[in-house]
């Protein structure tokens, strides 16, 4: 059997985790704890000791650049990035004008308005990662933990002693399909298991892809779907 390539053995710091991908179902942590033995084992893999006085000098500026690299990571590591930062800006244009304009300050129960958005994506890490700073940036606005659910490859498809009060894909379906004047739903995050087959439209006209490079258009207008 041929030895698997170096790239293949380092695949989580070239690409995110695919929905399809046994992977997906670890927890943000097991994640990072793979990724980082994934590093510390191409360090090992790729750094030899460096011969000769220039050689020395090189490897020193390659570490301190390494060091910088990685701390400037750490430090970003709990920020949203700029396709977050402008999204969080269309949900308070478009949805919660009270939202307010820094995540973690006081939002004092601020109101939604009856417009819902369905955001799309391809990866498990990236779906955790927007339930994540999301959920957030809405902390404290009116009814804030009824207004984001997740449909993905986990969601169970019907009701079962296991799942317990876990909702199911028929109830989010119907809970983001609901007359928004009855339902507190307001942001559906889907990966590829709402892809084919399932009408979400009902009383949405806002789809965003965050996957791929998208610009949200002014006066309130977002990519709709066709």
């Known amino acids: 059997m041929p030895e698997p390539s170096l790239a293949s053995s380092f695949d989580l710091l070239g690409e995110p985790v695919g929905s399809d991908d046994d992977r997906a179902a670890l927890s943000e942590e ?5 990724e980082e033995a994934q590093i510390e084992a191409i360090s090992a893999a790729t750094t030899g000791l460096p011969s000769g006085k220039d050689s020395a000098v090189l490897f020193a500026e390659e570490q301190k650049l390494l060091d ?8 970003a590591r709990g920020r949203p990035d700029a396709r977050v930062a402008r999204l969080i800006a269309w949900i308070r ?8 304009a820094k995540t973690g300050a006081t939002s004092n129960g601020a109101k939604w308005n009856g417009t819902r958005v369905l955001i799309f994506t391809e990866y498990e890490d990236t779906k955790r990662y927007l339930m994540q700073q999301l ?5 404290g606005t009116d009814r804030a933990g009824d207004r984001i659910a997740v449909y993905c490859g986990s969601t169970p498809a019907h009701r079962s002693d296991q ?10 379906k119907q809970a983001f399909n609901a007359n928004p004047a009855k339902h507190p739903l307001r942001i559906l995050i889907a990966t590829d298991a709402a892809r084919e087959g399932l009408n979400l439209q009902a009383h949405c006209w806002n789809l965003f892809h965050f996957d791929v490079p998208w610009k949200p258009e002014p006066h309130g207008a977002a990519q709709r779907p066709h």
Request: aromatic share 0%; with cysteine.
């Open 163 to 172: 799942s317990g009060g876990v909702p199911t894909r028929e109830d989010i």
């Open 93 to 100: 244009e478009n949805m919660c004008p009270g939202l307010p």
């Open 68 to 75: 910088e690299m990685t701390e400037l990571a750490e430090t």
């Open 30 to 34: 097991e994640l990072q704890a793979e």
């Open 135 to 139: 959920s957030a940036a809405i902390e």
